[in-house]
């Protein structure tokens, strides 16, 4: 069974971190490219960062180039987000999902098909 798997979200103070995990099963996470989004209450789902296949090019949302990291870890199949100086505008479920590459078309403009069930991300004092 195909299937992704988010975790390490939690409650963490403003300026903190928090490092996200998408773990596959029933395939390789190396050879498909992968997007991770979040949607906060009443608000549009946003591509947070995403990482091509073909040659590992990245993408991050404006607000938070600098404070994320996308990366791989093959070995142990998943695909990891590192956030630091988390702040009030970051807290949302954060989702990871496989991504359709296309021509040269960047990851963000993608079609991303199958998703995980989310991880919560809450920034508070």
């Known amino acids: 069974q195909v299937q992704l798997v988010e975790s390490g979200g939690g409650l963490v103070q403003p300026g903190g971190s928090l490092r996200l995990s998408c773990a596959a099963s029933g395939f390789t996470l190396e050879y498909y490219s992968i997007g991770w989004f979040r949607q906060a209450p009443g608000k549009e789902r946003e591509v947070v960062s995403c990482?091509?296949?073909?040659?590992?090019?990245?993408y991050y949302l404006d607000s938070v180039t600098g404070r994320v990291t996308i990366s791989r870890d093959n070995p142990k199949n998943t695909v990891n987000l590192q956030m630091t100086d988390l702040n009030p505008a970051d807290p949302a479920v954060y989702y990871c999902a496989t991504g359709r590459e296309f021509g040269t078309a960047r990851c963000n403009e993608f079609t991303y098909d199958s998703w995980g069930q989310g991880t919560q991300v809450t920034v508070s004092s």
């Open positions: 990482i091509r296949s073909s040659d590992g090019n990245t």
